[in-house]
Antibody, heavy 124, light 106 residues
Framework: QVQLQESGPRVVKPSETLSLTCAVS??????????WSWIRQPPGKGLEWIAY???????KYNASLKSRVTISIDKSKNQFTLTFNSMTAADTAVYYC????????????????WGQGTLVSVSS | DIQMTQSPSSVSASVGDRVTISCRAS??????LNWYQQKPGKAPKLLIF???SLQSGVPSRFSGRGSGTDFTLTISSLQPEDYATYYC?????????FGGGTRVEI
């Protein structure tokens, strides 16, 4: 069974850098079939896609966040990481990691497995 | 970016009711449209992909239709466990974008 688990700080100060890790079990981040993604949800609001990366290291970013975000994969640990710099209060959100399926299916991508999410608050 | 607009933003329904949620895209997305269910404090769960394909393990009372810019999610007979917020998401172009959500409540 595929499982994803986010880990990282619950609180960061304004202007600091956030680093979140997603540990994957039941699947391999080295798989050529799937991509690996981060999505966030401010409290009481909707979902915003942040980025995804393939096993080969090819990454796509949301243009509105691209200047502040980096996604990376660690195949030896079967995990992937989000780095988000210059955090502000507007970045307070639940951050989810998710597996991307269907990138080569011709049916469009879908987020088929999600982590439970981790709430990150930006506060001094 | 493609904007996704859902309606209604909330709907009140009873167990056994047929519920239909709409999602409109700001431009043609062909059939590249997914639906998710999110319960409070939980991650979203994929229900429907490619507009009308049921994700494995999802009950058959959920169905999706549409293409182009207009899509619908229907719950044929609402069950107690279906009270949740539902989101559509287009995957036609990057960035993938989500609708604002429709809350199904009693």
């Amino acid at each position: 069974q595929v499982q994803l688990q986010e880990s990282g700080p619950r609180v960061v100060k304004p202007s600091e850098t956030l680093s979140l890790t997603c540990a994957v079990s039941g699947a391999s981040v080295s798989s050529a079939t799937h991509y690996w993604s981060w999505i966030r949800q401010p409290p009481g609001k909707g979902l915003e896609w942040i980025a995804y990366m393939s096993h080969s290291g090819s990454a796509k970013y949301n243009a509105s966040l691209k200047s502040r975000v980096t996604i990376s994969i660690d195949k030896s640990k079967n995990q992937f990481t989000l780095t988000f710099n210059s955090m502000t209060a507007a970045d307070t959100a639940v951050y989810y990691c998710a597996r991307v399926d269907g990138a080569h299916s011709g049916l469009g991508i879908k987020f088929d497995y999600w982590g439970q999410g981790t709430l990150v608050s930006v506060s001094s | 970016d493609i904007q996704m607009t859902q309606s209604p933003s909330s709907v009140s329904a009873s167990v056994g009711d047929r519920v239909t949620i709409s999602c409109r895209a700001s431009r043609d997305t062909s059939k590249y449209l997914n639906w998710y269910q999110q319960k409070p404090g939980k991650a979203p769960k994929l229900l429907i992909f490619a507009a009308s394909s049921l994700q494995s393990g999802v009950p058959s009372r959920f169905s999706g239709r549409g293409s182009g810019t207009d899509f619908t999610l229907t719950i044929s007979s609402l069950q107690p466990e279906d009270y949740a917020t539902y989101y559509c998401q287009q995957s036609y172009i990057t960035p993938p974008t989500f609708g604002g959500g429709t809350r199904v409540e009693i």
